[in-house]
């Protein structure tokens, strides 16, 4: 079992940036890939940024690719999602996934935090 709580969200003027951090318990978060999505009321939810295990790997969607930087720091069961440049159509409500080693899909999901960027 992994529990994440997501931080870091907030209101933000176009073009500023944010730092989005996700604790995870349990001792197998090395060896979790850890992914962002966001979602907004009456959307589905879309795929941000995913990060390896060791942080050696990272995807990003397009939309954002350029602008959020995805680290992780294992020592303290923690990944990061910088977020520079951002624009109105940021907003949204950002989540951490934890997908186990082996498996391909996000067994484990926080609770999520708001970002909402202001025109």
């Known amino acids: 079992q992994v529990r994440l709580v997501e931080s870091g969200g907030g209101l933000v003027q176009t073009g500023g940036s944010l730092r989005l951090s996700c604790v995870a318990s349990?001792?197998?978060?090395?060896?979790?890939?850890m992914g962002w999505f966001r979602q907004v009321p009456g959307k589905g939810r879309e795929f941000v940024a995913a990060?390896?295990?060791?942080?050696?790997?990272?995807s990003y969607a397009d939309s954002v690719k350029g602008r959020f930087t995805a680290s992780r720091d294992n020592a303290k069961n923690t990944v990061y999602l910088q977020m520079n440049s951002l624009k109105p159509e940021d907003t949204a409500v950002y989540l951490c996934?934890?997908?186990?080693?082996?498996?391909?899909?996000?067994?484990?999901w926080g609770q999520g935090t708001q970002v909402t960027v202001s025109s």
């Open positions: 990060i390896s295990g060791s942080g050696s790997i990272t």
């Open positions: 349990g001792r197998t978060f090395s060896s979790n890939y």
């Open positions: 996934a934890a997908r186990p080693s082996g498996t391909a899909r996000y067994d484990f």
